[in-house]
């Protein structure tokens, strides 16, 4: 197996355009990183990062296993637009309605959750995105094998770093964003972005449930 240190950096450097390309697109995770910024920081919104990257650790593994044969089935799709689309609305209708809350007392009450919430929220919403799976079970799959092929765990490291690279970078940019907007306006713009994105994240659940029943 021969490659050079350009092969590799170029392979990198692929990989975070394209995982930058697919992370600046407005999905689940996005809306949530917003929220736990509103809520606890920009920290807290890259944390959701965190839990996207356990669940894009285990995909890497089943990807390993072959699993990705079952991108040309119907059923598994199906399945994942419906539970996952529900997962969504419920998701979208409790930020909805934390955001009808006072902002002092929504604070105060999710204190003690500031550990684990963030990074479970980033489980969820990757986990309930159809489309995550289909990301990784056609490009992200590319990737992986043409990684090993290239320079074997070397090349998949190199591919992950380049493509957890644009996920932290994109997602702490907005975080950081959000907090600092948040905490300039006031407690309407946080009862604003809660509501707001609670409403995407219905809709965007709303949709996928709509997927899902349209492909049967």
Known sequence: ??????????????????GFS??????????VSMAE???????AGTSVVFGHVIVETGMIVLLALGLSQIIGLKTPFIVICIVGGVVLVFMGVKLIKSGRR?????ITEEEPKFTHGPIYSGIITSLSNPYFFMWW???????VFEGLRLAG?????TFLIGHWASDFSWYGFVSFCTEKGTAVAGDKAYRFILIGCGAFLSLLGLVFVYSGFATI
């Open 153 to 157: 765990l070397v090349g998949l490291a």
């Open 102 to 106: 006072s902002a002092s007392i929504e």
């Open 1 to 18: 197996m021969s490659y050079t240190l350009v092969e590799l950096l170029a392979f990198g450097f692929t990989a975070f355009l394209v």
């Open 22 to 31: 697919g992370a600046i697109v407005p999905g689940p995770m996005l809306t």
């Open 37 to 43: 910024a509103v809520k606890k920081g920009y920290r």
């Open 137 to 143: 079970f056609t490009v992200g799959a590319t990737f």
